[in-house]
């Protein structure tokens, strides 16, 4: 992201705790300046395939945007393009609703 800075930019932050009982989650919001950048679409593409194979308790890490917006952490999404295809709206609709392609909620929150 050229022309932004900070003490620390985490880059494909997809699976990331914020659970205050784990030492490193206490430190991230005591750095000054931290971006956590994201890419909610993987909930959208690959939602099904997370909801096989990551343990029930373990879902409401992926891609916890209200988590980070709830401890003032700055949050950028983007969509990891090439890697997945551009499509910035049904990223932003997995972010808000947390859906994957065929309608299952990944995690309720």
């Known amino acids: 992201m ?8 985490l880059y494909n932050a ?3 705790t914020l659970d205050p009982k ?15 950048v994201t890419q909610p679409f993987f909930l959208y593409t690959m939602g099904g395939q997370f ?3 990551v343990e ?13 917006i709830k401890n003032s952490v700055k ?8 890697l997945l295809p551009a499509s910035p709206f049904k990223g932003i609709y997995s972010a808000i609703t947390r859906k ?9 929150i």
Do not use: C, M, Y
């Open 2 to 9: 050229p022309g932004i800075t900070a003490d620390l930019i």
């Open 14 to 16: 997809n699976i990331l």
């Open 22 to 36: 784990l030492p490193a989650a206490r430190q991230l919001p005591l750095i000054q300046d931290v971006i956590v």
């Open 51 to 53: 909801l096989k194979e």
């Open 56 to 68: 029930t308790r373990n879902l409401k890490w992926l891609f916890p945007l209200k988590s980070f």
């Open 75 to 82: 949050t950028a999404i983007s969509s990891d393009s090439p």
């Open 100 to 108: 994957e392609r065929s309608g299952k909620i990944v995690w309720e």
